[in-house]
């Protein structure tokens, strides 16, 4: 039998009706089809509740332990506690299960009380009232009741309930505003348009009468998309069919606006809605530190499988001699005697598994946890990052890629809303090659006395002037623009009649500057009532169009038609779009002249539109009638049915003429984009504008500079040559060059240097992606990769929002492998977002899809500057720091264990007690890196926005490579070392009290935990550059915490334990000299190799981080990274920087600049020339003077 058909019948069976058909039939109002109309099939829906939450109150324990067992590092200690219990092993469960159970139990709590939240917010959505029709009247119920085919009223600031199809409106034209606010972002109202037939219907007995199904697609994600139609019923005729799109569609989440009340008919209800699929998570990212953590527990996992082996080995190799395995004191049972040699050697290689798996640091886990939750408040504490124009601030929407911020080596960043403002200006327009500027609007006010237009060029014939005002009303007529009638909205427009004034509203900001702009050249359109629009001609007479059909603008086409009838019953079609859409369909039109002005205007940064025109007779309308109706019906490929229509009705046109709008860039971009090339990063710019727009966008914001040579890898250029041959001779250009282009010198700042740019498009990127004919494609990938590297930048235009995608796809997967971050502002950038390591969405205009589905969000660009080179340089630094110490103090922890283990017959004897056991990694040792992780500054803020190149000190995760690992795990051993054979020597066969008594073992193993704990928590204070009381008081308080909880655990008896083998050890070791001296000793002798490592470093290879340490140490005052915590800092803080007072006593800005071991410190250039009034005290310092300091 064939799979597919097995397949089918399994979905259709197994799986349920619902799961298998394409399409759904909808009862409005829950009343059959007349008799004969259709058979009649009840189909079961969900209801209308909405479910966020994860767990319930039934399956929130074994769900969530399951869901935190799957994590390695805790099932590994789940394994080792099941082992203390089953087998006797030397340590108790307590010491291992506590651990445990704190880190399930933090994490569980924590993930419990987000769960609450999102049950409260569910309760209160599913319970809200809810109004619709039943029997002809209107009846209340919760929103949770609500079924598939209820019909329900909703009034005016409500939001929908479920998702409706769009049944009437109290409007007569059957139309209703919408905002999307809570779905994308996008706060412009949309119009939606009610069922023809349905419209007409404005009381509950009319609705309630009605007698229609639908049939529509099964639920999908798609905001934007909806494929539909509706049977109306009558008496005596048949049933009248008619499309349903996304217009017809009210969306849950979605807010009614300016309209008193609507009714609509639910479709798809609860988790069916395309809000609720819209919940879906985002794939899991995951950083490079975590990866090299993974690593690195795999590495430790090793030693400690190696250890235990070992130590199982020597001690059977031990008890081989006689006497040693049965000493007199100590014989064996029988049973004991005839036990399997395999099974006992196994139960001691569990037992030292158990003794050292303290090596593998389950704390660190909820610690690097913590981190990352509390760190990321930082971001969004940022005052320096809030927008006030638009009173939005930063937003961190996942805190596990706080530190991927100081990794990022490729940016990919979209143009139009990201690099500019998305505020569209009108600049001008070409109208059969002649130019026309308006002139600026005061106030909204077009000036008196003015004819509003500039002529560029000679006057055009009789002729040229109809040609001029048809396109003129084609700008008023082809788009899809809202008029709101309401002075108090921002930024009204009065109309040149001085009459009622005129917002514009719509989703495309290109859409209102071309309308306003069209206004200020004398045509003015006033608004579309009963299908009519209305335009204002400079006459200040009103023309009336009927609009007939709209042809709806995508990206795949790039442009948008409307066909309109005039009150002389001439029909036109008016179409409008980007110039390589509109030029290959045109046939009459001075098209040259034209084509030249819209490649200046691209060359100048302008965005253009062509506009062209034909006129129809009445049996081509008719035809094109038929044929968009045929298309708009279809249940399946409606949308490729739509498109082959639209593409035989747009041919043929006539060229009107071209727009040039102007999208300003965004404050600060080009400075931003410098300092990022400075760090060492590279910025691709991924647009979906032309090729001469985007590439004067890039010399504007200094991607590409005068120097830049660019080279084009395009269509035409393909066209010309082969693919092949392109790529071949660009190779060849840029790696005629790569000898001299380092990664340290890549960004193209130097002038003596042959900088390269690239430009590809979106119809070359897809011929490099696509396999070759012999079935493999990646010669040419690399290949294109390989110049793409040896580039400084590169732009990618005419790109489809998947071809973003793939770009960033490509890039990520690379042999690099580089971290690569995606910064866009709309829909079309999300896929890209998605897929880079890190995403970052810009809060803009163009809704906030892409704020939603990024990892973090932005107001403007230049937030991305202070986000990477301060944060994600911090946050790098804390974190890299905080995952090596945890290694480090667990090596020390550990290896005297094992080390101990050869003096005792590797009998499993602990060498601490076992409340130190459980403790050292939860209470001694884990607050100071804590708050080192969230609070350490090596550098000052303003030094890291100053100087962006210390970002590269930082890059391709330096402080987590092998190399510095293996050099935190020997400093570990080495300090083991020296714990234990530092003690154990100063303490052989001498009297270490006062009355003669010798140490016993537990003093022994107590007094090397204490040296351990001192020497880890120094070696943290001496890796602390940004100290605040808080820092003293956790460090300092960490020891203090430990001295006192040993003076009470061997101070005191306590009756719930079966052993005191602590009882007066910690006190009977403080009166000891020697002890006191070997604590001393071994401490200094411990930290000396890292204080000796560091100062060499600093002095014979400084990296520029350490030399910008050397030169100046940290500002206080105003550096503080998070300004809650800024009252934290110690007043008595004194600054070590030299040029503290000199910066207290000037008020000019001055400039600190270190180069090669040199800080200078300047004043600006303009207060050189002011010397002669300085003091010659070098205590009063002036802004003429200038310093030098040699360090």
Not at 104 to 119: N, P, S
Not at 186 to 209: C, L, M, N, R
Not at 599 to 615: P, S
Not at 1015 to 1032: C, E, F, G
Request: hydrophobic residues 40%; charged residues 20%.
């Amino acid at each position: 039998m064939d799979c597919s058909l097995v397949r089918t019948l399994v979905h259709r069976y197994c799986a349920g009706e619902e799961n298998w058909v394409d399409s759904r039939t909808i009862y409005v109002g829950h009343r059959e089809p007349p008799p004969g109309a259709e058979a009649y099939i009840p189909q079961r829906y969900p209801d209308n509740r909405i479910v966020s939450s994860k767990y319930t109150f039934w399956n929130f324990i074994p769900k969530n332990l399951f869901e935190q067992f799957r994590r390695v590092a805790n099932f590994y200690f789940l394994i080792i506690f099941l082992v203390q219990l089953i087998i006797d092993t030397p340590t108790s469960p307590v010491t291992s299960g506590l651990p445990l159970f704190f880190v399930i139990t933090v994490t569980a709590i924590k993930q419990g009380y987000e769960d609450w939240l999102r049950h409260k917010a569910d309760n209160a959505m599913n319970q809200c009232p809810v109004h619709f029709i039943q029997h002809g009247k209107l009846v209340r119920k919760q929103s949770r009741k609500l079924r598939v085919g209820d019909i329900v009223m909703v009034k005016e600031d409500e939001t929908f309930p479920c998702d409706l199809i769009f049944l009437s409106s109290n409007r007569g034209d059957g139309t209703c505003h919408v905002t999307t606010a809570s779905l994308d972002g996008e706060s412009s109202h949309k119009t939606h348009y009610a069922v023809q037939d349905t419209k007409g219907f404005h009381t509950e007995e009319d609705i309630g009468g009605l007698h229609a199904t639908i049939e529509c697609e099964q639920p999908q994600p798609d905001l934007y998309k909806f494929v539909g139609r509706i049977n109306v019923y009558s008496d005596l005729n048949d049933p009248v069919v008619r499309p349903l799109g996304s217009e017809n569609l009210l969306l849950r989440g979605a807010t009614l606006k300016n309209t008193e009340k609507i009714f609509g008919v639910a479709i798809y209800t609860g988790m069916e809605t395309k809000m609720a699929l819209n919940y879906q998570s985002k794939s899991q990212k995951r950083s490079a530190v975590e990866k090299s953590m993974n690593a690195f527990l795999i590495v430790y996992l090793c030693i400690l499988i190696s250890k235990a082996l070992i130590n199982t080995v020597l001690k059977y190799v031990w008890q081989s001699e006689p006497f040693r395995d049965e000493p007199w004191y100590n014989q064996k049972t029988e049973s004991e005697r005839q036990r399997n040699l395999f099974l006992r050697a196994f139960t001691d290689f569990l037992a030292f598994m158990v003794l050292f798996n303290y090596i593998i640091p389950v704390s660190m886990y909820v610690t690097v946890e913590m981190q990352k939750f509390l760190g990321s408040y930082f971001i969004t504490w940022d005052e320096d990052m809030f927008d006030e124009e638009t009173g939005e601030g930063p937003l961190v929407n996942t805190s596990d890629l706080n530190e991927e911020l100081g990794q990022v080596e490729y940016i990919f960043t979209d143009k139009t809303g990201t690099l500019t403002e998305n505020n569209m200006e009108f600049k001008e327009c070409c109208i059969e090659g002649h130019v026309y500027v308006p002139h600026v609007i005061c106030n909204g006010q077009v000036l008196p006395e003015s004819s509003g237009i500039d002529m560029i060029d000679s006057s055009p014939s009789v002729n040229g002037r109809e040609r001029e005002e048809l396109f003129f009303r084609a700008l008023c007529l082809c788009h899809t623009v809202q008029v709101k009638d309401d002075d108090s909205v921002d930024g009204p427009r009065k109309s040149p009649d001085g009459g009622k004034s005129c917002v514009y509203i719509s989703s495309s900001p290109d859409e209102v500057a071309l309308v306003e702009g069209v206004q200020r050249l004398g045509f003015t359109y006033l608004r579309l009532k009963d299908n009519y629009m209305e335009v204002l001609n400079r006459e200040n007479h009103v023309e009336r169009f009927e609009l007939l059909e709209i042809l709806s603008f995508d990206s795949v086409r790039r442009r948008m038609s409307v066909i309109v009838k005039s009150a002389t019953g001439e029909i036109y079609l008016f179409c409008k779009g980007a110039d390589s859409s509109i030029f290959p369909r045109v046939i009459e039109g001075k098209v040259d002249q034209i084509r030249a002005r819209v490649e200046r205007n691209a060359v100048e940064g302008l965005r253009t539109l062509c506009v062209a025109y034909k006129r129809l007779i009445q049996e081509e309308y008719e035809g094109i009638c038929k044929l968009l109706q045929a298309a708009k019906v279809a249940l399946q490929d409606r949308e490729k049915k739509l498109a082959e229509a639209y593409e035989q009705i747009e041919k043929d046109l006539i060229l009107l003429g071209a727009t040039a709008v102007e999208d300003r860039l965004q404050e600060k971009a080009a400075d931003t984009i410098e300092a990022l090339q400075k760090a060492g990063i590279k910025v691709w710019v991924l647009t979906g504008d032309k090729m001469e727009t985007a590439a004067a966008t890039c010399y504007a914001c200094k991607l590409f500079r005068r120097n830049t040579q660019l080279l084009e890898l395009t269509t035409k250029r393909i066209e010309e040559q082969s693919l092949h041959d392109v790529l071949f001779e660009l190779s060849k250009t840029v790696l005629r060059h790569s000898g001299s282009l380092t990664r340290d010198n890549f960004s193209g700042l130097s002038a003596d240097m042959q900088d390269y740019g690239l430009i590809i498009d979106g119809a070359a990127l897809s011929l490099i992606m696509k396999p070759r004919e012999d079935g493999s494609s990646s010669n040419y990938r690399e290949l294109f990769l390989e110049i793409c590297r040896s580039c400084s930048a590169v732009l990618c235009c005419r790109m489809a929002p998947l071809q973003k995608a793939q770009i960033v796809k490509l890039i990520k997967f690379s042999k690099e492998h580089p971290i690569t971050l995606a910064v866009g502002d709309g829909a079309n950038d999300v896929s890209m977002i998605l897929e880079a390591h890190v995403g970052i969405g810009v809060i803009g205009k163009e809704g906030r899809q892409a704020a939603r589905n990024s990892d973090y969000a932005i107001p403007k660009f230049k937030h991305l500057k202070k986000m990477l080179l301060v944060h994600g340089h911090f946050y790098y630094i804390r974190i890299s720091e905080l995952v090596q110490y945890f290694f480090y103090k667990n090596v020390c922890f550990i290896f005297p264990q094992f080390l101990y283990q050869f003096f005792c017959g590797f009998s499993q004897q602990t060498l601490y007690d076992t409340a130190y056991l459980t403790l050292y990694n939860i209470s001694f040792t884990s607050l100071p890196i804590l708050l080192y992780s969230l609070m350490e500054q090596h550098i000052g803020i303003d030094v890291l926005k100053r100087d962006p190149t210390l970002y590269r000190d930082v890059a391709k995760n330096a402080l987590l490579r092998w190399r510095v690992f293996i050099y935190w795990t020997l400093l570990g051993l080495f300090d083991a070392l020296v714990f234990f054979f530092g003690a154990y020597f100063m303490f052989e066969n001498t009297t270490v009290t006062s009355n003669g008594q010798i140490f016993g073992n537990w003093t022994f193993g107590t007094l090397v935990f204490t040296v351990m704990v001192f020497t880890v928590t120094l070696k943290l204070a001496l890796d602390t550059h940004y100290w605040t009381w808080i820092n003293h008081f956790v460090i300092w308080g960490s020891l203090l915490f430990y001295v006192v909880f040993s003076l009470l655990w061997g101070g005191v008896i306590w009756p719930f334990l079966n052993y005191q083998r602590m009882y007066y050890v910690f006190i009977q070791m403080l009166s000891s000299g020697p002890a006191w001296l070997a604590i001393v000793l071994l401490v200094t002798i411990s930290l000396l190799p890292d204080v000796l490592k560091k100062v060499l470093c600093r002095q014979l290879w400084p990296t520029a981080t350490e030399r910008v340490q050397n030169g100046c140490a940290q500002p206080r005052d105003r550096d503080s990274e998070f300004t809650p915590l800024a009252s934290l800092q110690s007043p008595g803080y004194q600054s070590t920087c030299p040029s503290a007072a000199w910066y207290s006593s000037c008020s000019q800005q001055v400039t600190l600049a270190a180069w090669k071991g040199k800080v200078s410190v300047e004043p600006p250039p303009t207060l050189s020339g002011s010397r002669h009034h300085c003091s010659s005290s070098p205590s009063h310092s002036c802004p003429g003077t200038r310093v030098q300091m040699l360090v």
